[in-house]
T-cell receptor, first 112, second 119 residues
Framework: GQQVMQIPQYQHVQEGEDFTTYCNSSTTLSNIQWYKQRPGGHPVFLIQLVKSGEVKKQKRLTFQFGEAKKNSSLHITATQTTDVGTYFC????????????FGTGTRLQVTL | KAGVTQTPRYLIKTRGQQVTLSCSPI?????VSWYQQTPGQGLQFLFE???????NKGNFPGRFSGRQFSNSRSEMNVSTLELGDSALYLCASSPRLGGSALHLDNEQFFGPGTRLTVL
């Protein structure tokens, strides 16, 4: 079955440092979504990427979808304490019957 | 618009019992998905319902079941509870069943979850 792995599992940075999480799928994806889950909260949708090689930015966050549509990355520039949480990618294979498979998640801790 | 609501928020059961969790999607959303979240296994897909029909199912035993009503509200049931069923159960709604990659509105809107503890 489809597997979606993320690395690293955990990263601890100082405020102001950059952060990147990588998402790798065992199968080609039709699209990829990213979610953020704050401690004690629920996942919240951040963005969806659809096209091969697509890059999207949201303020300090940059999302990229690989050319082969099997991997993706999220880069945060100059982290802030409000960035703390777990970041999940979620991929869907092609086809109407395909389910959304969540990645293993990367937990980000930011300290002053 | 009100968000996704789940009841109850917390539940404590003992092994062998059964439990029913409820989810009310965002008004107008017809797709409801259920996920199990545990520290060890992450977010695992349970099933997805659309228009009262199960459209997708994850790799969980038959003890896990669900249904969707005509108003799109959904319930999931776990019978013969085991210690390993302790988890946060999340419900997510979407405007439509995800299909075309161009449907940018099939993002999942998650509810706050039900924290189930099995003793």
């Amino acid at each position: 079955g489809q597997q979606v792995m993320q690395i690293p599992q955990y990263q601890h940075v100082q405020e102001g440092e950059d952060f990147t999480t990588y998402c790798n799928s065992s199968t080609t994806l039709s699209n990829i979504q990213w979610y953020k889950q704050r401690p004690g909260g629920h996942p919240v949708f951040l963005i969806q990427l659809v096209k091969s090689g697509e890059v999207k930015k949201q303020k300090r966050l940059t999302f990229q979808f690989g050319e082969a549509k099997k991997n993706s990355s999220l880069h945060i520039t100059a982290t802030q304490t409000t960035d703390v949480g777990t970041y999940f990618c979620a991929g869907k294979n092609t086809g109407t019957a395909s389910k959304l498979t969540f990645g293993t998640g990367t937990r980000l801790q930011v300290t002053l | 618009k009100a968000g996704v609501t789940q009841t109850p928020r917390y539940l404590i059961k003992t092994r062998g019992q059964q439990v029913t969790l409820s989810c009310s999607p965002i008004s107008g959303h017809r797709s409801v998905s259920w996920y199990q979240q545990t520290p060890g296994q992450g977010l695992q897909f349970l099933f997805e319902y659309f228009s009262e029909t199960q459209r997708n199912k994850g790799n969980f035993p038959g003890r896990f079941s669900g249904r969707q009503f005509s108003n799109s509200r959904s319930e999931m049931n776990v019978s013969t509870l085991e210690l390993g069923d302790s988890a946060l159960y999340l419900c997510a709604s979407s405007p439509r069943l995800g299909g075309s990659a161009l449907h940018l509105d099939n993002e999942q809107f998650f509810g706050p979850g039900t924290r189930l503890t099995v003793l």
